[in-house]
């Protein structure tokens, strides 16, 4: 599982899911990019992972605005070259009832949770492709795409469904310079991104609901499936989707 002298880029690094995901591949022996539209708190990351003996580099960056991500990767590239692994992390959860939704929130999701992780796709896939060393990509989705819903995810879920679609083209298009791409869906994890979302008048009601049952996933769960399809171990493993769920399905 070693991912020593590779760089891996995670965008909502700075917390939850994806500060989980920097520590056990920091801890793997990559050189870590916090990148997230949180500043502060991508500093604050790349800090405490210094701090640890590790190696991490931050990159402030607004997945919504494509001039951010094309000056953010142009950064990162010349700073530390092309990255062995991207790891699509960062999205919106916020909540609206379907039949009161509106088109701002429907596209403000988008536009983090689906173009967003096109954008970097296509920025980190160019520089894998010209270094001709392969390399991973790995996007985390949701759980939500196999039923573990609660309302008003009508949006959150469209989203993480594109990037499934973006997955799937994605491996097939990238497969002949030896870049893999795979999904994650994390069930149930108490982060402050999925306890903050807004949309509190929005009843939490619905089949996330059901206890999982093994227990609530944690942020190192889903960081070791996120290992895994980066290590050297997954060289044959592309367009595969792998539910961390704590077995919510069966239940």
Known sequence: MSLDGRLAIVTGGASGIGAGICEMLARAGALVVVADIDGAGAAARAEALLA??????????DLADEASILAGCRAVFAAHG????LVNNAGLQSRELLLEGSAAHWDAIVAVNARGAFLMTRECGRAMAGAKAGGRIVNVASAALIGSLIMGLSAYTASKGAMLGLSMASALELAPHAITVNTVLPGG????????AGGGSVPAEGPT???PLLGRCEPADIAAAVLFFASPAARFVTNQVLAVDAGWSLS
């Open 52 to 61: 640890d003996g590790h190696r991490a580099a931050l990159l402030q960056v």
């Open 82 to 85: 092309a990255p062995w692994l």
């Open 189 to 196: 994890v108490g982060t402050p991104g999925a306890i903050n």
């Open 209 to 211: 609901r059901r206890a």
